[in-house]
Every structure is written in C-alpha cells, then in structure tokens.
C-alpha cells in the first residue's frame, strides 16, 4: 500500500494550505537527522518532505485528491479532453534536504527563528544573536501549465498564493491570500519564466524569496508542438489513404482546412 499523504502530515483531508505548512514545519523540525536520532528517522524525514513536495503544489494535490498516489505515480488522462493522451506521472526527486532548505531558506533553523515544536520565536531588534544581516530565502518555482489555445491567442491567468506577512508589530506574521496575474503573450513557449519579486513569505531579518512560474504546455488532443511548427496527427484507414481522400483540420484559430491525402510514401 503507498503513502497516505495526510496521514504523513498527521492531517485529515480537509487540510487547508495554511495546516499543511504548519504541519511540515512542525514535523520536519522534529524528525530532521539533525534532532531526530532514531534509525526510522532519516525515513520519516524522506515520507514527511515527500507528502509536502504534493500536497503544496496544487496541481500534484488535486491528482492526488482525485486519483490517489496510483494516478499521481502513473499518470492520469488530463480533465480537460477525455481523448487526451495520459500525463507524465510524478516522481519525487528523493531530496528530502532540498524540500527542508526551501522552506525554511537555509540549512540550520533551529539556531534562527523557530523553535522544536515549529512555533516561531519572536526575537528582539537586530535579529538572532545580534545579528542585523539580511538574506534572502531560494526562489520558489512553480509549473504553469498552458493549453495549445492559450499560447497562440494569448490570455491572463490569476494565480492565487498564501503567504506569510509580517503585522505591523514586526515581530508576528499572519496567513494572507494574494492573487498574482500573468499576462500570457501569444507565441510563449514551454520554460518561459515569470518572476514576482520578492513575493514569499516574510519574515524577521529575511529577504521574502522570488516566486517564479515556469510556462509547461498542456497536452493537446490534436496538436503537437515544434518549435513554431503545429504537427498534427491523425487516424486515417488504409483503404481511403490508398483511394485518396480529403482530411478536415480545425486550426487553432478557428479555420477550417481541407487537406488532400493523395501521395502514399512507401
């Protein structure tokens, strides 16, 4: 039987983004190899970044959700097109110490602003041990996924994050929403970047980290994308490919194409 990604997270379904984060906060400070000195630990720590590499991506989670970790492993026919070919499965990257560093944007919180039990240390001016230092936390990526449609005529996505604010104490921070929009432009291709400065969580003495979408393009029914080509690829019988006969493709612009299928190549 596979993970239970919940049940990892010592969550129940109905965990909202904000009690996932906690939770992996919580439970990694714990279990880190650091703290954590028992021979199951190092496989805890493993599950524990595991279910939050899924459950934080909303995309990862909503398989999840929806399929189980088979479908998430396996692959799942995409929603949106029954006929679609299936998806890529996931794969976890088995690098439970870049999950840790991402997070908590660097390699040893314990000696800055959270305690054991994942509950923040408030800290006085300057910092921890005096320190006034600024840094910034790693950039966080993000797929974006596109449709065919939607990278030739262009749209706008609204993409909303929860994020960590600083209140205006400057010492306590609160769980807010913000919704981030992309202008997609006709003609993007898979791996264009977007980059929101500095729209991480805040937090004392830290930089808020990037957040950076990276354009994917969903699976198409009918189209295959090279480079500014369309390759589309179709079903025909051999019987009227030998006679001759007229293939209709709908473009993605909406016209519609008679194309001959007279020449056989042998």
């Known amino acids: 039987m596979g993970l239970d990604y919940y049940a ?8 909202t983004a904000d009690d ?6 919580k439970l990694a400070l714990r279990y880190h190899p650091l703290k954590c000195k028992e021979p199951w630990g ?23 959700d929806k399929f189980g970790e088979e479908g998430l492993k396996g692959g799942i026919p995409l929603e949106f ?3 679609n070919p299936w998806s890529v499965g996931y794969v976890f990257h088995n690098n439970p110490e870049k999950v840790f560093r991402e997070f908590f944007g660097g390699d040893n919180p314990f000696a800055e602003f959270f305690a054991e039990d994942g509950s ?5 001016f300057g910092g921890p041990r005096g320190r006034g230092a600024l840094r ?45 929009t992309i202008d997609v432009q006709p003609g993007w291709r898979r791996g264009t970047r977007v980059t929101f400065e500095k729209e991480g969580d805040q937090g004392p003495n830290i930089i808020p980290a990037d957040i950076t979408f990276v354009v ?3 699976l198409h029914p ?27 493709v709908w473009t993605l612009d909406g016209r519609l194409l008679n194309i001959p299928i007279n020449d056989i190549v042998e």
């Not at 923040?120 to 006085?124: A, D, G, I, M």
């Not at 993000?142 to 104490?169: A, Q």
């Not at 009918?222 to 209709?248: E, H, M, Q, S």
């Open 20 to 25: 996932i984060k906690k939770a992996y906060r």
């Open 81 to 83: 097109a029954s006929d």
């Open 216 to 218: 994917q393009e969903k």
């Open 222 to 248: 009918r189209f295959r994308r090279l480079d500014n080509n369309l390759l589309y690829v179709a079903t025909i019988p051999l019987a009227k490919a030998l006679a001759g006969c007229t293939l209709d």
């Open 120 to 124: 923040e240390v408030l800290l006085p």
């Open 136 to 180: 910034q936390d790693p950039p966080i990526v993000r797929d974006l996924y596109v449709s065919l449609e939607d990278l030739f005529h262009g749209c706008t996505k609204k993409i909303k994050i929860s994020r960590r604010v600083m209140n205006e104490d400057g010492q306590t921070s609160t769980i807010r929403d913000k919704i981030l």
């Open 8 to 15: 990892v997270l010592e969550l129940d379904r109905g965990a």
């Open 42 to 64: 190092p496989k805890r720590f493993h599950q524990l970044a595991e279910a939050y590499d899924v459950l934080s991506d909303p995309m990862k989670k909503g398989i999840y």
